[in-house]
């Protein structure tokens, strides 16, 4: 029997809006595990490529394990629980990162999302060096973007304000890291190298404010500056 679609066309399945669960594991991947909330009709669901996906203080989980190629149309971390994406899949398409609540979002998977990361309010931190994806990262007034691990990021960075405690907006918390894209000062910001660790902003600094460097460590910039 037919399908009801006119020939040469695939009909896809309605998106959806999930709620991390960890149900029946700690995996996220596609089609497979039922480990997520479908908001419309508060039953299990299992993932699917383009479909939202909100990670909050609910989960029996907050260690997820990325297995495979996922598309969301859009990711949101809304925690006070600290979440780690890691594994050996990774996050794909044109989506982004919403990153809200007081919670540190771990990234330590190899991700090529072309969206935006957007820390708001909690610490995003980066194990690898394309753990934040191929697009911008912005940092508003209470967040704070992380390096570690010796790594160089490729993002463009928008920064804004003193980060979480006045930890930095961003901050090297270990190793010598590299920041290899242009810095866009968004207002008076901290930037902060903790410990004997070396921060090299090589690409030009330019935007309306000022910048404070704190944490002990060392900042190396080697462009010329506008800022």
Request: no cysteine.
């Amino acid at each position: 029997e037919g399908s009801g679609a006119a020939p040469g066309f695939v009909v896809n399945p309605p998106t959806a809006s999930l709620i991390w669960k960890a149900t029946s594991n700690d995996v996220w991947n596609v089609l497979v595990s039922t480990n997520w909330l479908n908001t419309t009709n508060s039953a299990p669901d299992v993932f699917n490529h383009n479909d939202t996906v909100i990670f909050d203080d609910s989960a029996a989980t907050s260690a997820v394990k990325i297995a495979e190629r996922v598309v969301p149309t859009k990711v949101s971390v809304y925690s006070t629980s600290n979440y780690t994406f890691s594994s050996s899949g990774w996050i794909s398409g044109n989506t982004g990162i919403d990153k809200g609540g007081t919670g540190m979002l771990t990234l330590s998977t190899t991700n090529d999302f072309t969206g935006t990361v957007a820390v708001n309010t909690g610490a995003v931190r980066v194990t690898l060096g394309a753990g934040s994806g191929l697009g911008t990262v912005a940092v508003t007034n209470g967040g704070t973007f992380e390096l570690v691990n010796t790594i160089t990021v490729s993002n463009s960075l928008v920064l804004n304000g003193t980060g979480v405690t006045n930890s930095g907006a961003l901050r090297n918390v270990s190793g010598n890291n590299t920041a290899n894209g242009p810095v866009m000062m968004n207002g008076s910001t901290v930037i902060a190298s903790e410990g004997t660790g070396f921060l090299t902003l090589p690409r030009t600094i330019f935007g309306a404010g000022d910048m404070l460097n704190t944490g002990g460590g060392t900042l190396g910039m080697s462009a010329t500056n506008t800022f």
